[in-house]
């Protein structure tokens, strides 16, 4: 299933993304596509918001994965906030120790997930960014491949930005 919505500031994105927050169970990744200044940190913002995290989330070019803890509602213990950007497709599973990390209750979202779909595991959400016609307008594409929450993406969380 697929959704698709269009945001209009950085703040809107914020919003889908705490939306897209209460569609992950522990285990779930989502990977974002996007080119730089997409959107897709502003997206992690909000999906961390969404879980409850104050914490100021950032891009974590340099260190690869960030790790944040969250309050275990939902039994999600932890975010782990990866950016592969700087690391390329010669990145292996083990340098991110993602897979792992995602079998312990937490959750993950990768910047620049393209570069290696395949390390994260199949519970996958595919979240691509693009620039709209204005300049702070945002495409957000929202593809559940596996079909893994379908019940919840038919509901009512997405549409404020569905139809403008
Ligand atoms: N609709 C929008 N959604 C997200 N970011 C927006 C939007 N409009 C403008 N922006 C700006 O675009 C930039 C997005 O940056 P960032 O989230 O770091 O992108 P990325 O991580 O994809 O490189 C920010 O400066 C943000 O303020
Ligand atoms: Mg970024």
């Not at 698709?4 to 990744?29: C, D, K, N, Y």
């Not at 782990?80 to 497709?89: C, E, I, M, N, Q």
């Not at 959750?107 to 204005?134: C, F, K, M, R, S």
């Not at 491949?145 to 569905?162: D, Q």
Request: with cysteine; net charge negative.
């Amino acid at each position: 299933m697929k959704r698709s919505a269009t945001t209009h500031s950085v703040e809107e994105t914020r919003a889908w993304g705490a939306a897209l927050a209460t569609l992950l169970e522990p285990g779930m990744t989502v990977l974002l596509i996007g080119d730089l200044g997409a959107g897709k940190t502003a997206l992690t913002q909000g999906i961390a918001a969404g879980l409850g995290i104050d914490r100021a989330v950032t891009s974590p070019t340099f260190t690869m994965v960030a790790s944040h803890e969250v309050d275990g509602r939902r039994g999600i213990s932890t975010l782990l906030h990866a950016d592969l950007y700087r690391v390329g497709s010669g990145v292996e599973a083990d340098d991110l120790a993602l897979g792992e990390l995602v079998e312990e209750a937490a959750v993950a979202v990768v910047e620049w997930g393209n570069v290696a779909p395949e390390l994260v595991g199949h519970d996958q959400l595919i979240v691509t960014l693009t620039q709209g016609e204005g300049d702070e307008d945002r495409i957000l594409e929202l593809t559940d491949e596996r079909n893994l929450c379908n019940e919840k993406l038919a509901g009512e969380a997405f549409t404020p930005w569905e139809h403008s």
